[in-house]
Structure formats: structure tokens, C-alpha cells
């Protein structure tokens, strides 16, 4: 069976902004680099990670173009796409498009709740806007309108909506949607599922966050996964669940980003009014990287 377009590792990409609001370039175009050298199958620039609840759109723009540019078409690299307005959405995506992007993560935000009819003409109007393979992503828990089955189901007949990850938590639902789409559209995992359990349903890979902080013992664990090795992908997933956990009980861009501070990558502080890692934290942090061999 030919493998999907996008499969594998794609490490949601954070977004270093200096004080003065510019990108950090240099500091991107580093760690894009070396997530390319460890092994990672994608790049996703702008995902939850990435903060793109609080960037500019030149601040959006920018970390696109350095990502494109580190990558180098080594990975293919899916940019996230979200607004409250699909005029917007459609806007970000074909710009994002003309720069050279691979694919889009569409998202949607909403202040007030959309129907499902509404959902769907976000989504489909992303997809009739572009060439690209759209990847969709669904996150009730910080989503005020979620993609219901019946909208996947509807989605998964426009043809470039290839891709789904969906952060609902419930491995069920994975189960319900992979039934749903009788094949036409691929499921990603979230960091906040085990990942070795979406691969085994059928999930082809995972677009998370961690990934930026672990992306050799991800790839690691991706491989045992694709070879049917589900001892040996255990074994890989039991410590990087450890991660996982820190990342749960605290917000995840500063603890991505307070951990490849202590890697070596000067990434900054999580965009105000967020927080940065308690001290408590950053050393929760530590010790789980230190026990996954990542520093």
C-alpha cells in the first residue's frame, strides 16, 4: 500500500518573537533545521504550540517563510490556517499557498457557537480556495465550535480535505471517524493521545508539539509503529508519556518552549498575557527530558 502524502512526525513548530515583535530568525531557521536532521517527516509552523492565537498575520507570515526556507523542501511543511472569518481563512490560506507551503491545518476559532452547517463552509471554503491537501483539526477542549461526525463525514467527500487530527482525547471517536470516512481522509494523533494506540487503529503519524522537544525518540517510536512492532513501540511510548504529562498540567507553549530553552534553543517566553514556566515547572520539564535522553 502506497504511503500517504503526509505521514509520520510533524513537529508543531513554536514561534520565537523577540521583544521588539520580530521574528527570531536565526533561532527558527536553527531549530527547523535540526528537527529536519533528527529525522522528522514534516514541519508545522503556526499549531497550538506555534501560538497562533497570538501573532500578527506579518508575525504568521514571517515564521512561514523562515520554515519554508530552513526546510528546503527536505519535509513537507503544513502551516496552520485559522480565524473567526472564512474570508480571513480564505485570505491566509491562498497567501500562505503563494509562499510555497506544502499543505494547511485548517482551524477554526469562534466566539460564538456555529452550526454544523456553518462548520462545514469554513472548512469547504479553505478547500475550494486552494490547491493544496487541507488537514483539519479539531479541539473541543479549546474550540467553542467542534467538527461533529456528520461534518467530518461531509468534509471527507471534498477531495483535497485529506487529513484530520483530531485532540478530542476520545480514541472512540477515532474509531467512529476512520469508520465514517471509509478511507478518504487519514487520521494524525495528538500529543494529548498515546500515539502507538492511534497507529494502531490506523492513524498514519502525529502532529504535536512535544515532538519539537523529542523529535528522535518520536521518529523512533514512529518506525516500531510502522513496522507492527507494538512491544517495541511501547516501549519507546512509556517514557516520552512522562512528557506528556507535564505538558498537560501546564500551558504547552511554554513548556515547548521552556524545554528547548534548556536544550539550547533561545526561543523566548510564551506571548504575554501567557505565562512562563513556574520554576516548578521548568524542572518538571527536566527531568523528563533527561529521562527520555533529549538532554
Not at 93 to 118: Q, S, T, V
Amino acid at each position: 500500500m502506497t504511503a500517504p502524502r503526509f505521514h509520520g512526525v510533524f513537529p508543531y513548530v513554536v514561534s520565537p518573537i523577540r521583544a521588539s515583535g520580530e521574528v527570531d530568525e536565526p533561532v527558527l531557521a536553527r531549530l527547523c533545521d535540526d528537527l529536519v536532521g533528527a529525522g522528522v517527516h514534516g514541519l508545522s509552523p503556526l499549531g497550538s504550540t506555534g501560538e497562533f492565537a497570538y501573532l500578527s498575520w506579518p508575525q504568521r507570515r514571517r515564521v512561514v517563510e523562515v520554515v519554508i526556507e530552513a526546510a528546503a523542501g527536505r519535509v513537507p511543511v503544513v502551516a496552520g490556517v485559522a480565524s473567526t472569518t472564512t474570508a480571513d481563512a480564505v485570505y491566509q490560506a491562498r497567501e500562505l499557498e503563494r509562499l510555497g507551503c506544502d499543505g494547511i491545518l485548517a482551524i477554526l476559532e469562534a466566539y460564538f457557537p456555529i452550526g454544523d452547517d456553518g462548520v462545514h463552509a469554513y472548512f469547504e471554503a479553505i478547500a475550494d480556495a486552494v490547491g493544496l491537501p487541507i488537514v483539519l483539526y479539531t479541539n473541543p477542549n479549546f474550540q467553542r465550535s467542534d467538527l461533529t461526525l456528520p461534518v467530518i463525514e461531509r468534509l471527507s467527500q471534498i477531495a483535497n480535505i485529506g487529513y484530520i487530527k483530531d485532540a478530542s482525547t476520545n480514541t472512540g471517536r477515532l474509531l467512529s471517524i476512520m469508520e465514517r470516512v471509509e478511507g478518504r481522509m487519514q487520521v494524525f494523533a495528538a500529543s494529548s493521545h498515546v500515539p502507538a494506540c492511534v497507529m494502531l487503529l490506523g492513524g498514519v503519524g502525529w502532529m504535536a508539539g512535544p515532538a519539537c522537544v523529542a523529535p528522535r525518540q518520536s521518529v523512533a517510536l514512529y518506525e516500531h509503529c510502522r513496522r507492527g512492532d507494538w512491544v517495541a513501540a511501547m516501549q519507546a511510548q512509556r517514557p516520552l508519556w512522562r512528557l506528556n504529562q507535564a505538558f498537560a498540567r501546564h500551558n504547552l507553549a511554554a513548556c515547548i518552549k521552556g524545554g528547548l530553552a534548556l536544550q539550547g534553543y533561545p526561543v523566548g517566553a510564551p506571548l504575554p498575557p501567557q505565562a512562563p514556566l513556574s520554576a516548578s515547572g521548568i524542572e518538571e520539564v527536566r527531568q523528563a527530558l533527561l529521562a527520555i535522553g533529549a538532554l
